[in-house]
Structures are given as C-alpha cells and as structure tokens.
C-alpha cells in the first residue's frame, strides 16, 4: 500500500521546527540536506542561505515527516494559512496526550483533548511554528 508523507515548507527555520518534532516523537532525521550541499555553477546558493534546510526527513512509523525552508527568491511561505492539517491517529490515549501535548507547547489550541461527538478521542491546535495538527485515537472496543 502507498504511504502518504507529509511536506511542510518554511520559512528559514525549518531545522529548529524538526529539532522540536524530533523532541517529541523520537528517532532520527533519515535525511538532512542543507543548501550549501547542492549548490553548484548551475544552482548558486546566497551565502546568507547555504546552511538552511534544502530537505529534512524524520521518520515516524511507516511514514515521514519531510520539510525543507523555502528560498527567499521564492518568496515566503504563508504561516497563517488553514487549508490543510497534519492528522495523526495515535495507538492509544496515553500516545495521544503525549503528543497533543508536547507538539501544541507553546502553540494555540483549537480544540482540547476530548470524546469528540463522532465518537474518537480527539484535539486540534496549531504549534508554535504555524503548522497545524489533528490528533485522534479510536478504540477498537
């Protein structure tokens, strides 16, 4: 079966972001490029940018969690924007409140760790780097 893996882009502190992600889910990056690794006659890399994030991958279960900072030529990403959520289904509870709480340090709650009405426990907040989060674990009984 495919695997979805999400990508999030930022604004230059990219590192920092997964440094914190990593914190909280464990593991380590499988991947860790930074401009300055690929930079050549045909791709010049600004001196200010050569030691940001061209591509970090951690992997989480089965999938990864990938990110890169977006190059100012490019122009910056939105931070506020809210047309998509990174959903993580938790194996219990615990790992659920493990989670929502240590990804939403320092970020904004939207909905607190709860019995949603559709029946899973559920929460929803937006961390201190901007990105959005669901968090929700069914039981199976």
């Known amino acids: 079966m495919a695997l979805i893996n999400p990508h999030i882009n930022f604004n230059g502190n990219a590192e920092e972001a997964f440094t914190f992600y990593k914190s909280v889910f464990g593991g380590a990056f499988s991947k860790l490029i930074r401009f300055k690794d690929i930079a050549s006659a045909e791709f010049p890399v600004a001196a200010h940018e050569e030691n940001k994030i061209m591509h970090i991958a951690l992997p989480i279960g089965?999938?990864?969690?990938?990110?890169?900072?977006?190059?100012?030529i490019l122009g910056k990403t939105n931070e506020n924007e809210n047309r998509s959520k990174i959903v993580i289904s938790a194996e219990s509870k615990e790992e659920a409140n493990h989670l929502f709480n240590g990804l939403s340090a320092g970020g904004a709650i939207e909905m607190p760790m709860e019995h949603s009405p559709w029946g899973t426990y559920f929460g929803m907040f937006r961390d201190k780097y901007g990105i959005e989060w669901m968090i929700e674990f069914e039981s199976k009984s």
């Open 62 to 72: 089965q999938n990864k969690l990938m990110a890169n900072d977006v190059p100012e």
